[in-house]
């Protein structure tokens, strides 16, 4: 299909349209600390919170999620429509989008993008084992035909990690050498461990309305944004407060008194955050024996780790559930083994299991401090239990790596935001590293994702919990609230998990 190339002066012209209130806000450089360096700017074929928040400015998806955490449409022109059975899921886009490189996006390039997706991402892979065909119905309309009726498939369409961004089919290849999106800021340069300087696109098509969560109108008010890696927590925090930062990502809670009544920055607490967790190593050493993996789990006190992490007890909450209280998905089934701090207990399992007393290795990075303080703290019930722990704390963007060498490690230590289909949980899929592989998870998350009426997903999802406690593949630490640090000049920002600064401006 031959490309038409469009001026993005015309795609852009309602640019000009701006009203005064528009254009007294609109211009500025935001410089947002975040928690290291990345090792890929492609969201496809890496996960991690870091990747999606950055990466989201310039790609996007299909869909996303409004304020209320349902799907909302994005690049598509609404949601699917849905068989009745099911397994066809027929998407319009929307027309007049236009990429960085000034070339039209159709279902040619989404269709080019979703089989990537297929092939390369975590999540991707997840769809790819239950799809029948893709194809572009015409220019401005997709469908995917499954093979079995898959719940979760606009959540994960929607999702910026291991995300399913549209790329022009052109530039489409098994690595990308070039990072071109439809987003409403593009790459300008990028010096790797001093920033990532986006700038507005003059060329981008917001969707009409308000802003609503993710979705909704994306308005660009500023100039450029610039990530810049900063992996020391503390020196976030002292740049924040110079007013070096207009946005400093994950700081230590202890900080928050230092903040507040700052001139140049407050506080800026996310309540719900999310949840840290233990993931073991499924696939190779020690952590393969379910009896050690139980062992660790006996051992473990996720109050004092808590405690040790976030500090003041406003900032968490022991709770072994996996969804806090107020989600659909919420259930205690299963969850007796949570937060035992018992070492005889764990000193018998892990005896039982054959422990040998080599250490358990603990992969961990003092970017994100919590994550630290909480393997220190577990380290010392683990020895309690006499199992001996070897700690490997390194930069976030070396834990990436080495995680996914199964040889390097025997637990790392990572966290997400409470998420909203269940099926995105990062340790779900075996293909995630842990590697759980288990015949009973399998069935239970077929079933899961098979399962149209919510209400039976529910009870599926109770089953899962129950299982993810009884095999013991990876233990979560409690729930969490997020500290972060502003400018008082940037007004516009919505607090989220994964930050983002459309629609955010300077003021005065």
Do not use: C
């Not at 961004?165 to 439809?182: A, M």
């Not at 976030?310 to 919420?330: I, M, N, S």
């Not at 701090?341 to 040998?356: I, Q, R, S, V, W």
């Not at 998870?441 to 009884?470: C, F, G, H």
């Amino acid at each position: 299909m031959l490309r038409k190339l469009i001026i993005a002066g015309l795609a852009g012209a309602s640019m000009l349209a701006t009203t005064q209130a528009f254009a007294q806000e609109r211009g500025g450089v935001v410089n947002v600390a975040t928690i290291g360096e990345l090792t890929t700017l492609d969201p496809m074929t890496a996960t991690g919170d870091l990747l999606g928040m950055v990466t989201q400015h310039f790609f996007e998806t299909l869909y996303t999620f409004d304020k209320n955490w349902n799907v909302a449409p994005l690049l598509a022109e609404g949601l699917p429509e849905v068989s009745a059975d099911g397994k066809v899921h027929t998407i319009k886009l929307r027309q007049g989008i236009v990429f960085h490189d000034g070339t039209a996006m159709t279902s040619e390039d989404v269709v080019a993008s979703l089989k990537r997706w297929l092939e390369v991402a975590s999540r991707g892979k997840l769809v790819a084992a239950n799809l029948d065909k893709l194809e572009a119905v015409d220019d401005y309309t997709v469908r995917i035909t499954l093979k079995q009726p898959f719940a979760p498939l606009t959540a994960l369409l929607a999702f910026n990690n291991s995300a399913a961004v549209v790329l022009p089919s052109e530039k489409i290849g098994e690595t990308l050498s070039e990072y071109v999106g439809t987003g409403p800021y593009m790459i300008k340069e990028r010096k790797p461990d001093q920033y990532l300087q986006l700038v507005r696109f003059d060329g981008y098509k917001s969707r009409e309305g308000e802003p609503d969560g993710f979705g909704g109108a994306r308005k660009q008010y500023l100039d450029e944004i610039r990530f810049v890696p900063v992996p020391d927590a503390n020196t976030r925090v002292e740049g924040a407060i110079a007013g070096q930062y207009d946005y400093a990502d994950l700081l230590p809670v202890e900080a928050f008194d230092r903040l507040n009544g700052q001139a140049k920055t407050e506080p800026l607490v996310l309540k719900s955050f999310g949840w840290p967790m233990f993931i073991m190593n499924n696939k190779e050493g020690m952590m393969t024996k379910p009896g050690l993996r139980k062992a660790v789990q006996a051992a473990l006190n996720s109050e004092d780790m808590l405690a040790a992490a976030f500090g003041k007890p406003d900032f968490f909450a022991v709770d072994g559930a996996l969804y806090p209280e107020g989600y659909q998905w919420r259930s205690d089934a299963g969850i007796e083994p949570y937060n035992q701090g018992n070492p005889d207990k764990a000193k018998e399992l892990a005896a039982e299991a054959g422990y040998d007393g080599k250490p358990i290795r603990i992969l961990t990075s003092r970017q994100y401090e919590f994550h630290y303080k909480m393997a220190q703290v577990a380290a010392e019930y683990l020895k309690a239990a006499g199992l001996a722990v070897q700690l490997d704390v390194v930069d976030w963007a070396t834990l990436v790596q080495r995680r996914a060498e199964p040889a390097l490690w025997d637990i790392f230590i990572t966290h997400s935001p409470f998420l909203p289909d269940p099926a995105l949980i990062a340790p779900l899929p075996s293909s995630y590293p842990g590697w759980w592989a288990s015949e009973a998870k399998d069935k239970l998350v077929v079933a899961l994702n098979t399962e149209m009426d919510p209400e039976k997903r529910v009870a599926i999802w109770s089953d899962i919990q129950k299982l993810i406690y009884d095999e013991a593949p990876f233990y979560k630490v409690g729930n969490f609230n997020a500290l972060s640090a502003k400018s008082p000049k940037l007004g516009g920002f919505t607090p989220s998990a994964w930050p983002y600064f459309w629609n955010a401006y300077l003021t005065k």
